[in-house]
């Protein structure tokens, strides 16, 4: 049999119209769904900013069906470690009495040394002028003088021996003569004793005494150059400190930025510590008060983070000379 071929008139044409206009209707739904999906997808994929933090609201969700002892833990460990980094941004940029082995405590305290070794080197240098004074006035004065005395003293022992030795030639009686060798025995005396007494002097306590003025004189000297040295020490450890520690602060602009943002975290950081103090005395919180402490916590993080930020740009631009010269 033949197979006879399908008319092409326009029943085909009735047929085909209908498909066509069908398939025309379509592609505007598919582009419509198409587009809502990819809208949605947007949507779903785009951060969100939340109030506080920029948070995904899907998290914030989560985040409030977290078990509210759960959710009190992790802030009071975020609080904690934001507590750490705040001491170690204000050791920075102000005076920690709690370090005492910090920079600034160190230049103190050899200032403090400073000023004790300026006042050993001043005393010794007021001893060693006094002992030099001690020995000049002995060589110049005190010696010349006791020799003096001493040589008079000897003149006059000398003047009455020879006036008791004419006496006793010149004795007529016995009386007179007896009287005239007492006087002779008292000259002698009187003449053996200043001869020893200028012996001693001359030998023993010229010698012995300037020794000792010497002695004195060498230790002060010793003493002086040692508190000499020592201060020169002193100097240059409290310059180095000194460098080490405008090296290791902040510059003053930096510093500034610092203080300003601790200071606007530490109100913060005092709200979540009432906040979890709270948490103890009551023994729970509410979901809203929960979802502000967990706020405050994201704000106080934001800041440390932006001093964080300040501290170690200007950190790197103060060493960056030294950098670039050790790379040269």
Known sequence: ??????????????HAEPIARRRRGVHP??????????????????????????????????????DPAAAIAR?????????????????AVVDDPAAPRALDDAVAGLRIELIETEGRLDH?????????LAKKEFVEATFPHDSTQVEGELRLAQAQNVRAN???KDAGTEVEKATAELELKKSEMLLEAYGQKKEVLNKYTKEFVTKNLESDLKKAHSEELSATVELELTRGKLARAEKAAAAGRPTDGASAQILALIERAL????????????????????????????????DLTALIEEAEVVKAADELARVKPQLKKSAR
Request: charged share 25%; net charge positive; hydrophobic share 45%.
């Open 1 to 14: 049999m033949t197979q006879q071929s399908r008319p092409t008139g326009s029943a085909d044409r009735v």
């Open 29 to 66: 739904v598919l582009a419509a769904a198409m587009a809502a999906a990819v809208v949605g997808l947007g949507l779903v994929q785009a951060p969100a900013t939340s109030a506080r933090g920029g948070q995904d609201p899907a998290a914030d969700k989560a985040k409030s069906r977290e």
């Open 75 to 91: 802030i009071r460990r975020a609080v904690t470690d934001a507590d750490r980094r705040l001491v170690a941004l204000a050791a």
């Open 124 to 132: 010794a240098t007021r001893r060693r002028e006094i002992a030099g």
């Open 166 to 168: 004419a006496l006793v």
């Open 267 to 298: 109100p913060i950081e005092e709200k979540l510590q009432a906040g979890l103090a709270q948490f103890r005395k009551d023994g729970g919180l509410g979901e809203s008060q929960i979802r502000e402490l967990r706020g405050w916590s994201d």
